[in-house]
């Protein structure tokens, strides 16, 4: 089976974690949470990075962090993995969805701005497949109405917006680092930010509120958690920021061989990329358009039935039971749900597997025409 998105563990993974084990520093102090910390901001391109247990964890602090509560609204993107919304939920603010763009199939900020009122604290948008969001003008219509923006760009590491990287253009961004990810250390995730004020406060958070007197005492002058990344986890999250750029570059090298291959089949449109975009392609996707002869699932058994792995888009996540009384009416993201289709996009695949998945795609098609 060709899976969807597996992860490569070639660089020092080895090497950083022995170490981890040679010295003792196994736990969440250690000198790899702090150069993870250091390279990542250093990549990204923004002041400072904070290491937390996962990308989930994440979001949630980048919410308390900013104050975000209860009677507080956040307006999401419809058409996403469940995390950014549970996020929401967990410090007790209420989410309002937002629709799809046809062609991004991110957040649409033309449907965003009839979505504030004077509950709405902050932007919550999502990086959908790699894809960036078109930032300015959800980061105007933020400024104009006071708003916080928090990106989820766990879907989206190297991926660029107009020249800067996805993640540093709101007051915090978000990544992942579970083991389908771009990188991964099992399971992981960073809060980057230009604001010094952010990244100190979540740190501490992250590190259940406490500060230490100097007879070492703990004192915790407010409630924190338990989110902080391991030494051992850090350091294997190093090494694979070393190999981050070529990953990016073999995505994208896939994503070239699937533009090439699939180019001339009818009934589907492909992941674009816009011209003021670089897109990371996490997951290479194709959208079945309404003259395709074939339905998504019998795609998806085809594919499987030739060895290949692929997966329907996510769900609009106000279809799900906790969400479903939620505001805000998203039917692009419903459509798109019902004909989209994630490839495999892993970083080792090769020129034969893709073109062996686009023949599968090709063939499937034509003999139903
Ligand atoms: C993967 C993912 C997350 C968070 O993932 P964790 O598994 O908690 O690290 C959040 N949002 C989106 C859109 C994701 O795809």
């Known amino acids: 089976m060709i899976p969807l998105s597996e992860p490569l563990l070639r660089g020092n993974e080895w090497k950083y974690i022995k170490d981890c084990l040679d010295t003792n520093w196994v736990s969440s102090v250690g000198k790899y949470v702090d150069l993870f910390e250091e390279e990542f901001a250093k990549y990204i391109g923004c002041q400072r990075a904070v290491a937390i247990v996962n990308g989930t964890s994440a979001l949630h602090l980048a919410l308390r962090t900013l104050g975000i509560g209860p009677g507080d609204e956040v307006i999401v993107s419809a058409l996403t993995f469940i995390a950014p919304v549970n996020a929401i939920k967990y410090v007790g603010a209420t989410p309002v969805f937002a629709d799809s763009q046809a062609d991004t199939w991110n957040m649409d900020p033309e449907k965003i701005e009839k979505l504030i009122n004077s509950k709405?604290?902050?932007?919550?948008?999502?990086?959908?497949?790699?894809?960036?969001?078109?930032m300015d003008p959800v980061l105007e219509l933020a400024k104009r109405y006071n708003l916080y923006v928090v990106e989820d760009a766990t879907e989206a590491l190297g991926s660029e917006y107009k020249g800067k990287k996805v993640g540093t253009l709101g007051d915090a961004g978000v990544f992942s680092f579970n083991g389908n990810k771009i990188i991964t250390t099992g399971g992981g995730g960073m809060l980057v930010t230009n604001n010094i004020e952010i990244a100190d406060k979540t740190k501490f958070l992250c590190n259940q509120a406490k500060e230490t007197k100097p007879n070492k005492e703990f004192y915790h002058p407010e409630i924190g958690f338990n989110f902080r990344l391991t030494n051992v986890l850090a350091a294997m999250g190093l090494a694979q920021l070393e190999q981050l750029p070529d990953f990016v570059r073999a995505?994208?090298?896939?994503?070239?061989?699937?533009?090439?291959?699939?180019?001339?089949?009818?009934?589907?449109i492909i992941q674009e990329e816009k011209p003021w975009a670089v897109n990371c392609f996490w997951l290479f996707s194709i959208v079945l358009?309404?003259?395709?002869?074939?339905?998504?699932?019998?795609?998806?058994?085809?594919?499987?039935?030739?060895?290949?792995?692929?997966?329907?888009?996510?769900?609009?996540?106000?279809?799900?039971?906790?969400?479903?009384?939620?505001?805000?009416?998203?039917?692009?993201?419903?459509?798109?749900?019902?004909?989209?289709?994630?490839?495999?996009?892993?970083?080792?695949?090769?020129?034969?597997?893709?073109?062996?998945?686009?023949?599968?795609i090709a063939e499937f098609i034509d003999g139903r025409k």
């Not at 058994?301 to 996510?314: E, Q």
């Not at 495999?344 to 020129?351: A, E, R």
Request: net charge positive.
């Open 120 to 134: 709405t604290k902050a932007i919550l948008p999502v990086h959908i497949y790699g894809h960036p969001v078109d």
């Open 251 to 268: 995505r994208r090298n896939n994503a070239a061989l699937y533009y090439r291959y699939l180019n001339n089949v009818p009934g589907i």
């Open 289 to 360: 358009d309404e003259t395709s002869p074939v339905k998504r699932d019998e795609l998806i058994n085809a594919l499987a039935v030739k060895g290949v792995d692929s997966r329907p888009f996510f769900t609009p996540v106000n279809m799900f039971p906790p969400y479903k009384d939620c505001l805000g009416q998203t039917p692009v993201a419903f459509l798109l749900y019902q004909r989209g289709i994630n490839l495999p996009s892993s970083v080792n695949l090769t020129q034969e597997n893709i073109f062996h998945i686009c023949s599968v």
